[in-house]
């Protein structure tokens, strides 16, 4: 979830998981794990393989603190996308855990249409995020684009027939598989001092 788009961009829009961060480590391999493995966690959930407890804990420490610290990093190393995407992100996930824990304890209850408008904001704000992270490399540019159509299944599922959030927790099932791949992409890469697993040009 990690994107150098102007004006934190390269000439030749890298994926900022490349991008030089100061002889620091870069926090997008943090940020990229936190948000892929606890995406694919949910949908564990979603399918019916898993309960709830899981999710929440995972959602509140990995998914949502982890990725929260990710994203203030990339802000010090000036990637605006990777700033943006992961402290918002992070932000997701605790909020979405609070409310599952406010649902359990019965303060301040929300409904399936409540939480189904609290998926359509983060809709706009992944469709907003994705053509930045096409600019960057297919492999982050596909990240968004399964998340953006994941959003959009879970907001049919909450505003309809629940099934949708069944198609969308396998949907989103190959997001988080995707964000694992980026993630692996720059730990191989350091690793090995050669791309071995490449994440391709730029979509646009």
């Known amino acids: 979830m990690n994107a150098n788009v102007s004006p934190s961009s390269t000439s030749t829009a890298t994926p900022a998981s490349d991008h030089a961060h100061g002889g620091h480590g870069n926090p997008a391999v943090v940020g990229l794990a936190g948000f892929g493995m606890t995406t694919i966690v949910l949908q564990f959930h979603n399918v019916g393989w898993a309960s709830l407890g899981p999710v929440i804990w995972m959602g509140l420490i990995f998914g949502g603190l982890a990725q929260l610290i990710a994203g203030l990093h990339e802000g010090k190393v000036g990637n605006n996308f990777g700033y943006s995407a992961f402290t918002a992100y992070g932000c997701f996930w605790i909020a979405l855990c609070l409310l599952q824990i406010g649902n359990a304890t019965g303060l301040f209850p929300t409904s399936e249409t409540d939480l189904g408008w609290f998926l359509v904001i983060w809709a706009i704000y992944t469709a907003i995020m994705t053509p930045g992270a096409m600019r ?3 492999g982050l540019g596909l990240v968004f684009i399964t998340l953006f159509i994941g ?3 879970l907001v049919i599922g909450h505003f309809g027939p629940h099934v949708f959030n069944v198609i969308a927790g396998y949907e989103l099932m190959v997001c988080g598989a995707l964000a694992l791949y980026v993630m692996a992409h720059q730990i ?4 090995f001092g050669r791309d071995v697993l490449p994440v391709g040009k730029p979509m646009i």
Do not use: C, G, Q
């Open 136 to 138: 960057a490399s297919t």
């Open 188 to 191: 191989y890469k350091d690793a």
């Open 151 to 153: 959003f959009v299944l």
